[in-house]
């Protein structure tokens, strides 16, 4: 019980799923939070192949309108949650300036042209590798698409537990503190999971998730750099911006893998 209620407080916290309801927030409840991070992602995932399915399979519309819908949908199913760390994040970073004046940017409700700009060439980025992935969609491109918010979501989990903090409030303070050392331990579980449901369905695509895996650990360990050299830890806006940066990377990498692997 303690696990559905912190996977309903995730879908509170994460997406737009509209949960109207009061859920306890004891550490308990958020530890379970965290350890359900990556099925949070598995849902999102699946509407979104689910959606790209339907659209490609039961409608007239054109590959340019079903990317759009995929893109619109990638922001909205998360209300904009992440892009929002992302355009903090960016506005600080491009200061400039010290560790803490960055933390002080970061807290100020102002939009930067800096962030504008970011979040521009991020969408901008995201839609141009939704629209040829649509373009040369295979079967396999809806097990790749169903993957992304997976995958970023563990590595989410994994930064938000092992990274330290910037500052002692936040969302990001707040649901560390109610971590503990084995809170990411079943990402593991999950993780073979999805590898050997890959295999079972086709040694190539377990291949292709493995490429993914890799992207996103080449996401992580760059993460783990600049999070403390750029703003000295993490935040809730960082961790944002994190999830972002991740799924980017992500995306980028199915867009490959449909023109030199996939093909």
């Known amino acids: 019980m303690s696990a559905l209620i912190g996977f309903l407080i995730n879908l509170q916290?994460?997406?737009?799923?509209?949960?109207?309801?009061?859920?306890?927030?004891?550490?308990?409840?958020?530890?379970?939070?965290?350890?359900?991070?990556?099925?949070?992602?598995?849902?999102?995932?699946?509407?979104?192949?689910?959606?790209?399915?339907?659209?490609?399979?039961?409608?007239?519309?054109?590959?340019?309108?079903?990317?759009?819908?995929?893109?619109?949908?990638?922001?909205?199913?998360t209300g904009g949650l992440h892009l929002d760390g992302w355009i903090d994040a960016s506005d600080a970073f491009f200061s400039y300036r010290d560790k803490q004046k960055r933390l002080?940017?970061?807290?100020?409700?102002?939009?930067?042209?800096?962030?504008?700009?970011?979040?521009?060439?991020?969408?901008?980025?995201?839609?141009?590798?939704?629209?040829?992935?649509?373009?040369?969609?295979?079967?396999?491109?809806?097990?790749?698409?169903?993957?992304?918010?997976?995958?970023?979501?563990?590595?989410?989990?994994?930064?938000?537990?092992?990274?330290?903090?910037?500052?002692?409030?936040?969302?990001?303070?707040?649901?560390q503190k109610a971590s503990r050392k084995n809170s990411t331990r079943v990402y593991w579980v999950y993780a073979a999971a999805g590898l050997m449901a890959a295999y079972l369905i086709s040694p190539a695509l377990l291949w292709q998730f493995v490429w993914m895996a890799t992207a996103a650990y080449l996401s992580f360990l760059?993460?783990?750099?600049?999070?403390?050299?750029?703003?000295?830890?993490?935040?809730?806006d960082v961790l944002g911006a994190s999830v972002e940066g991740v799924e980017l990377s992500l995306w980028f990498t199915v867009w490959i893998l449909h023109y030199f692997v996939m093909g």
């Open 13 to 77: 916290f994460f997406t737009a799923i509209p949960i109207k309801r009061e859920f306890p927030m004891d550490n308990k409840y958020l530890h379970r939070s965290i350890q359900t991070f990556p099925l949070v992602g598995l849902l999102l995932g699946t509407l979104m192949s689910g959606t790209l399915y339907l659209l490609i399979e039961w409608t007239p519309f054109s590959t340019g309108a079903i990317a759009f819908m995929i893109w619109l949908l990638t922001i909205g199913l």
């Open 104 to 175: 002080e940017i970061m807290k100020d409700p102002r939009t930067g042209a800096f962030g504008v700009l970011s979040v521009i060439v991020l969408l901008a980025a995201r839609y141009l590798f939704i629209y040829e992935i649509v373009e040369k969609s295979m079967p396999y491109t809806y097990g790749l698409i169903l993957v992304i918010p997976f995958i970023s979501k563990i590595v989410m989990g994994v930064v938000l537990c092992r990274f330290p903090l910037a500052k002692q409030e936040g969302l990001g303070a707040y649901f």
């Open 222 to 236: 760059f993460i783990r750099k600049k999070t403390i050299q750029w703003f000295g830890g993490i935040t809730g």
